[in-house]
């Protein structure tokens, strides 16, 4: 390698600052897929136009040598079987959504070509997008839960089969005792 020292821990850094849109940081220095990181470290001169992946392990190397890519191996597996364990048990158990949550990420997770900036933000929108789609879900359920127990209620005075009661209920003076 032609660099003269690590770059201990900054491309990482770089990887968490690089989801937060511009909107929000207009001077964010953070410019992701581009090839300065790799000319820096490797002196190779790319022509316009053309782009070179740097990938988690060139990172891991560039950043703390040999010991950031044992260490960079023996984080992704601990991701890996944390992300696949819960994955593997909501999917036991039915839940889908679950499921879906904990593997999608995953996709993100093995690859290898991408710097990890280009990892990261597509992780983190992935599992934001989904905890969004549980809620609303939840909600839902919550909300025709609490339409089927005001019908069951209704049932019982008779006006629970009057279809054009449920959609425009009377006023409380009209009510049936």
Do not use: C, H
């Not at 696949?84 to 093995?110: E, Q």
């Amino acid at each position: 390698m032609l660099f003269r020292s690590y770059a201990l821990g900054r491309t990482f850094l770089e990887a968490f600052i690089a989801p937060i849109p511009r909107v929000l940081w207009p001077g964010k220095p953070v410019i992701s897929g581009d090839n300065t990181m790799i000319t820096k470290f490797t002196g190779i001169q790319f022509a316009r136009g053309n782009s070179a992946g740097s990938g988690p392990l060139f990172e891991s190397y560039v950043n703390f040598g040999t010991v950031g890519v044992v260490g960079m191996f023996v984080f992704y597996g601990f991701l890996l079987s944390i992300f696949d364990a819960r994955g593997r048990r909501a999917l036991d158990a039915g839940r889908y959504l679950d499921f879906a949550l904990w593997t999608l990420p995953l996709i993100w997770l093995m690859n290898n070509v991408e710097p990890f900036s280009s990892i990261v933000g597509p992780m983190v929108s992935t599992l934001l997008v989904f905890k969004v789609w549980q809620y609303q879900i939840k909600r839902t359920k919550v909300r025709r839960a609490r339409i089927a127990a005001a019908r069951a209620a209704l049932a019982g005075t008779g006006l629970g089969r009057n279809a054009s009661f449920m959609r425009n209920p009377p006023d409380s003076q009209t009510r049936r005792p």
